[in-house]
């Protein structure tokens, strides 16, 4: 079975760097086309992609975000590890980590884990 | 990026009614759609994928069509259980991209 689990502050303040962790089991991220990705739905607003880790270390980023976020991954214990600079009040959303399986063609998106509330604000 | 377009944002009908869902890719994808179920509180739910295939466990009155650029997703008979916001999602290239969101309600 199949599970993904975000954790993290809930509250940052303006300029501080957030680290969430996603801690997933039922895979394992040496397997060869899993990744594990991070997306995020401020209020009321449309699901946005961030980043994303491959089996092989290779990282993807959303290209207007590319500059503050950093993904990682720790096989030995099942976690990956997104980090986003100087936060923003828009920045203020659940964030989810999710399992991807990277096909010969696309990247299916098959779970999804519970979000975490991140709200920036002094 | 590719851009995905859904419609309505939001609909009410009655237990047993049958609603679609549109969302038009702004280029072609082939059939690497996804659709996903999202209640309060909770995971969101994989119950389509490459456009028109059910996830396994998901009851048969979830449905969803389409290639290239147009799809759509029907739910059949319209259950109490399938109040929730429903999302298409293209995923034959990053950035993954998604449709705005349907908010299913019942009247």
């Known amino acids: 079975q199949v599970t993904l689990r975000a954790s993290g502050p809930a509250l940052v303040k303006p300029t501080e760097t957030l680290t969430l962790t996603c801690a997933f089991s039922?895979?394992?991220?040496?397997?060869?086309?899993?990744?594990v990705t991070w997306i995020r739905q401020s209020p009321g607003k449309a699901l946005e992609w961030l980043t994303l880790?491959?089996?092989?270390?290779?990282?993807y980023h959303n290209t207007s975000l590319r500059t503050r976020l950093t993904i990682s991954k720790d096989t030995s214990r099942n976690q990956v590890v997104l980090t986003m600079t100087n936060m923003d009040p828009v920045d203020t959303a659940t964030y989810y980590c999710?399992?991807?399986?990277?096909?010969?063609?696309?990247?299916?998106?098959?779970?999804w884990g519970q979000g975490t509330l991140v709200t920036v604000s002094s | 990026d590719i851009q995905m377009t859904q419609s309505p944002s939001s609909l009410s009908a009655s237990v047993g009614d049958r609603l679609t869902i549109t969302c038009q890719a702004s280029?072609?994808?082939?059939?690497?759609l996804s659709w996903f179920q999202e209640k309060p509180g909770k995971a969101p739910k994989l119950l389509i994928y490459?456009?028109?295939n059910l996830q396994t466990g998901v009851p048969s009155r979830f449905s969803g069509s389409g290639s290239a650029t147009d799809f759509s997703f029907t739910i059949s008979s319209l259950q109490p259980e399938d109040v929730a916001t429903y999302y298409c999602?293209?995923?034959?290239?990053?950035?993954?991209?998604f449709g705005g969101g349907t908010k299913v309600e019942i009247k």
């Open positions: 039922g895979f394992s991220l040496n397997t060869r086309g899993m990744c």
């Open positions: 880790i491959d089996w092989n270390d290779n990282t």
């Open positions: 280029q072609d994808i082939s059939n690497f």
């Open positions: 490459g456009a028109s």
């Open positions: 999602q293209q995923y034959d290239d990053l950035p993954l991209t």
């Open positions: 999710t399992r991807i399986k990277r096909e010969p063609r696309g990247w299916y998106l098959d779970y």
